[in-house]
Structure formats: C-alpha cells, structure tokens
C-alpha cells in the first residue's frame, strides 16, 4: 500500500512542493476520511476531514518522517479532531448503530462507482456498527495498512491490544456477512445493479 | 472458518502483518473500505491545496534558496490547482481577460519589466500620461509570466483567503502563495475588497473585466518616461513570484471598482485598451 513513491511525496511536501502535497493528499485522505467516519458517521467525516488537514498544513512544519510516519501523524490529528468533534456535539461515538442507514448508503454508492463490487460506504458502515476499539482497529490496521505500533500509538494503546481489537473486530464482521446473507438475503444483495432481473 | 481465526490470533508470526483477513467476505468488505478516492471524496482537494500554500509557505522562506525553491513549487501548485480546479475561473475570469486584451493581475509579478514597458508603449500611444498603458505592459508581460494560471487561480486564493480568520489573514498574504492576489488586487489593504468583487462578479465577465481593469493603474512613481529603464530595485523575476509578494512594497492605490484612485486625480479612469470589446 506505501511504496518508496509515496515516501518521497511525503519528502518533497514536507519542502513545501505543492504537487507532492497533492499526490500525499490523494493517497491518504480516502482512507482517513472513512476513518473518521467510523468516529464521527458520515455526514460530520467530511468536515473532521478537512480540520485534520488544515491542522496538518499549518503544523507540518514540526513533522519529520516517511510516508508510514505521515499518516500515523495525520490519522493522530485527526482521531483528536473527531474526539474533540464528539464533545461538542455531546455526541457518543457509536450513536447510529441500526443498519437503515447501512442499507441507505449501500444502495447510493453502488449506483455511484459502478466499479465497486461492494460499495465502499456501506463497508464503512458495517465497520461502523462494530464495538469502538475493534472498528477503529480494523480501520487503522486492515484498511488503512498501519503497522501495530503506530495503530496503538494512534489510539492509546498497546499494539498487542489493537492486534486483538482488529482481529475480533474481522471475525465479528465475518460473522455479520454471514447472518446478513442468510437472514436477508434480497437486501444484502447490493452487489447486483438494480434492475438486474428485468434485464434478464 | 475457525482455522481463519486461529492464524489471526494474537502472537502467531504467521498473520499477515496488517490485520488482513483470509475470509472472502471481508476481504471484499475491507478492499471496498481501502477503494481508491471517488471524486466525491476528494472533492475538498483543491481547497486543502490551497491551505497546504497558505499555511506551510511562509515557514519555508527563511533562505533565500528555500525561497526560490517554495516560490517555484508554488507556482507549479498553483498550477496544478488552476488545471484541476479552474473552470469556473477559466469561464468568467478567462472572458473578462480575453474580452479585455489585458492581465492586470500579472503585471505586479514582473514589476520591473512592467514600469519598463510602460514608458516605452506610452510614448507610441500616449504621450500625455503613462498610465494608459498599463494594461498593454501587463499583456506583454502576462504572457511571459503565465497569465492563464494567474488568472484562474484568483478565485481559488480569495476563497483560500476567505477562509482563513482575521489574525491569519494579514500573515497569510506576506506569504508567496498569495503574491498573484496581492498584486492582482493592488496592495495587501486592497485584497479584501478585491475579492469580494471577484468572488462575486465571476458570472458577469463584463462586470469582471470592469472591476479588474479598474484596479490597474500605471505605477505611480513612474510617469511618462520613455526611455526609463526598470527600476533598479524590483528587477524583473517573472520565475519568482514571490519577490512580488514582499511586504515591503507600498500599497497599491486602486481599488476594484471603477473610481479612479481617489489620491491620484491624474489617473485617467479609462484604460487605453477599451474593456469593451
């Protein structure tokens, strides 16, 4: 997922070569938006997103590293910009857990990327409706590629902890696919453009 | 499945290193999660760009070769953003310039070969005064310096400028980023109302090239002097912007609307080349 590119990005934004900026911000923000969705939902993500980078912007000055280094560091400022959200909006983390909405996102990004076989919204949802620990784990880890230690420096904790966290969060989610093609299995069938059977 | 399940447990060396998983449904799941950026998730690009500009310039301009550096690398971001992020500029701004013959707003980036030109051309146009001229000198000039990606990046910085707060906003135009507006507007003192009359004119290019050709008044210490070389201390540096942005020049007098600069009564209120097509 990082290759030396990204880390000479990385290098020549932190010059303050505007390009590099571009192609750093390209690469990182997509997951770490989703990353903050997982924090703060889907409608606030956008604008926690945006808060992180402008913090980034001003603060790069202080930052020193590679590309794994970057994004440990910007994902960092970004958690404390969600956290800092939450609070003010008296909001828990976890306060849209039914699947209405899982189901509502699935639907508009499928027909938005057809690309998708499975829409990349209602994966972040379903993430989402994991336990805290285990979403933002399986997002840091398994999504966005973050090695134990800068995940468990991101969140406060252990690597050994966020490697368990990350581990039960993708059995869980194994276990939700499963009960949701079992249980219903028209709805969970979002991989097929609608419309589909009146072509056939 | 369990199987699955017990190579992911904690400990064991051969997990795969990032928390992937070996089950078919999830790897579906995380590969839509890690999906490439959709236009709508990158649709705050440009604005962020801007931002990076703002923010991170002017703590890289403390040598003069990490000034040139910052300065060209600038311009390539500025660029980049006007290449990606300017149609609308390209669309308004682009008409006012086309339909005006002029790029007023280059014209401070090159300050020396501009006051050069301006008594040159005054001479074959305009005997009386210099000031008329400035417009052709900034074409001439324009062209050399990149007008296009001036231009459209107008709109892009007053929004960046915009967006900023009151203690951010007076350091942020010292900053090389911001040269193009600083002198596109006039003067660091002239950039507010600058772009309130670009933020809100881009729909009406002839009210746009109304409002930029009025801001462009020939420089003032420099009357009709024909033969007069470029002023010694702003030599030309079209590749390097940020000599521009310097906050040391004095505040452009004009402002962007079609008054004439109130402490200037000898500026004609209309340039040489009509605004009018």
Redesign the interface.
Known sequence: ?VDTSLDDAVRA?C?????A??VV??TV???L??YLEVLVGPFDA?DV??ET??QA??D??RFQGDADGFRGWVTTIGRHRALDHLRRRSRRPQVDRDLTGLEILGDSDVL??VD?????A???A??RTLPQAQAE???L???M????RTAGQILGRRP?AV??A??RG??A??RL??ER?HAAPTESDVFSPPGAEEVR | MSTIWKLLRPGHRGTPRRGSSTSPRVDRLLDAARATGTPRELAREDETVMLFHRAHLPQTTTSSGEQMDTARSTRRGLQAAVATGGVVAVMSSGIAFAASGHAPWSHDSTPGSSAGRHGTVASDDSPSSAEPTAPTSDATTGITTGPAARTHGLRGLCHAYAAGNKAEKGKALASPAFAGLVAAAGGTDAVPGFCAVVLTTTDDSSQASDATGATHPAHPSHPAHPTQPAHPTQPAHPAHPSQAASPTRPARPAHPTQDAAPTHPAHPTRPAHPTHP
């Open positions: 997922m934004m010059a303050g070569d505007g390009d900026f571009r911000y390209r923000h997509p997951t938006q989703r956008e997103a945006s980078w402008a912007c001003r790069l000055h938005a990327s998708e076989s499975f829409g990349t209602s994966a972040v379903l993430i784990a399986v997002m880890r398994a999504v590629g973050l090695d134990a050994g490697r368990t990350a581990q993708l059995a989610l194994a696919l499963e093609e």
